[in-house]
């Protein structure tokens, strides 16, 4: 029979128990840290709370938040729990926005992490038979090592392809029947994009399930992926401060992720307020990590937005289950005043387009006034179609965007190809104000 549970023990354990196991790996979590980490100490005395006020689960409001100004300022060993001697790797961020953030593992840190993954291939139907091809990037991106050592885990044969060189990617995938593949949604779609321009279709590779994430994708472009490479596509979710990919994983229902809770535990906050919020209402995301040795994060802010949710799932997991991220706390321009999501920009090109298109936001100020451009990619067809239906389109999405966001944006439909293609991470918004 087909395994689908990498461990049914953990993936399947009643809530009462699994908050009872939460409890147990948090206060001696709180105490490590506390032993070990002058800075939590700080954070700790400052809000007068010492590991003897927390005896279980119910308790975890009372510690301090921890942020990524607070990685920051601990840059590079401030947050480090263990003895250097026993860290065996380190992994980081992009810091696209600031200093990096370097996050440290034990063994035993990596072996969970990866274990972790080895749960997201396995729910996504991954066994010892398939050929898995990471085209995640490799190196100090968590992606390539994390989805590698999860791949290794579950026995399939993996392919360390990193990212680029996309024509080779599909050589490699046709040549040795490849059979899942992860990466970014991004470049998921443009893999698709390019395998139809090479004369191919999906008929001609042997993929069956794609493991994407790492940035926020919508339910339309799981549906143009899944058709583009004739696979079931599933979403995974992570970040470098807890470990990589892996903290959640999408399983057959694909209806949002299952949170490894014995590694982390989830709450939703409100972003402003910090009140931790009930169960099935949208807000911040924070992570509290009960087992990881070198790098744990009490309470760490997300930043991410989403909702929490205990239904029932088809799959038989017991795991509580995210959305997708909606946005970012942070993430928000504001343009002219006005608060702008990228997500709210997608929302109308996909009405207007049917599935999302290939889009650039550009921020820029003349003099002491915003300038707001969305360039959006046209297709072949539309390219081919008279002006006249390209200038009604414009004019349709100028509208609805003055609709959603109360303010105007320059729309530039631009040529097929024209728009950057990521392999990694795709970068939507370019905020030229923040270089001044
Ligand atoms: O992106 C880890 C990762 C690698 C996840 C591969 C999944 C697959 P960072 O570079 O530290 O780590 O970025 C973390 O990316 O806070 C989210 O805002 C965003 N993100 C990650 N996964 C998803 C997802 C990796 N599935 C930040 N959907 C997070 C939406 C995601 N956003």
Redesign the pocket.
Known sequence: MEKIYWNKEIETMEHEDMKKLQSERLVKQVRHVWDNVPYYRRLMEEKGVTPDDIKGIEDLHKLPFLSKADLREGYPYGLLAVPLSECVRIQS??GTTGKRVVAFYTQHDIDLWEDCCARAITAAGGTNEDVCQVC?GYGL???GP??NGGSHKVGCLTLPMSSGNTERQIQFMMDLKSTILCCTPSYAAYIGETLHEMGYTPDDIHLKAGIF?????TEEMRQEIERLLGIKAY???????TS??GVAFECEAQTGMHINEDNFIAEIIDPDTGEVLPEGSKGELVFTSITKEAFPLLRYR???ICVLTREKCSCGRTLVKMT??MG?SDDMLIIKGVNVFPSQIETVLLKDFNATPNYQIVVDRAGNVDTFEIKVEISDEMFDDTIKSVEQLEKKLSADIVQILGIRAKISLVEPKSIPRSEGKAVRVIDRRKLV
């Open positions: 961020t992009s995640y991106f968590t992606g994390g989805l994430g790492a940035e926020p994708w979403d995974i979710y992570g970040l470098t401060e990589g990919p997300t930043r991410d997708k991220p970012r």
